[in-house]
């Protein structure tokens, strides 16, 4: 569901909106959260066929820190926070994925 698919639900159902429940659009972040979550899309990823997805492979980092212009040791410091956050999110969800596929074949 889009943000505007929830206000207009709100709308004609006259529920009060709990922006807290609202879907965010990539307008409702600050510039610098969006080049982070661009930077981790652009990293490559780690796969391992028994394993699953490992994490983001780091190597071209400065590359794409450069390229989006990110030069200061503070700027460095928060894009780092975005993309770990980003990365073990990512981490958790394909370990449990790959849990709840080895739960079926279990059974």
């Known amino acids: 569901m889009t943000k505007d698919q929830y206000l207009r639900m709100c709308e004609q159902t006259g529920e009060e909106i709990d922006w807290d429940r609202c879907p965010p659009e990539p307008e409702d972040f600050p510039e610098s959260t969006l080049t982070g979550i661009t930077i ?3 990293l490559g990823d780690r796969v391992y066929p028994d394993v699953g997805y490992v994490g983001k492979d780091f190597t ?3 590359l794409l820190f450069d390229l989006h212009g990110i030069k200061t040791k ?3 410091d928060w894009q780092m ?4 956050f980003l990365e073990n999110r990512t981490i958790e969800e394909s370990q449990q994925k790959i ?3 080895h739960d079926k074949m279990k059974k």
């Open 40 to 42: 981790f899309n652009e």
């Open 60 to 62: 071209n980092l400065n």
């Open 74 to 76: 503070a700027e460095i």
């Open 81 to 84: 926070e975005i993309l770990l």
């Open 99 to 101: 849990k709840a596929a």
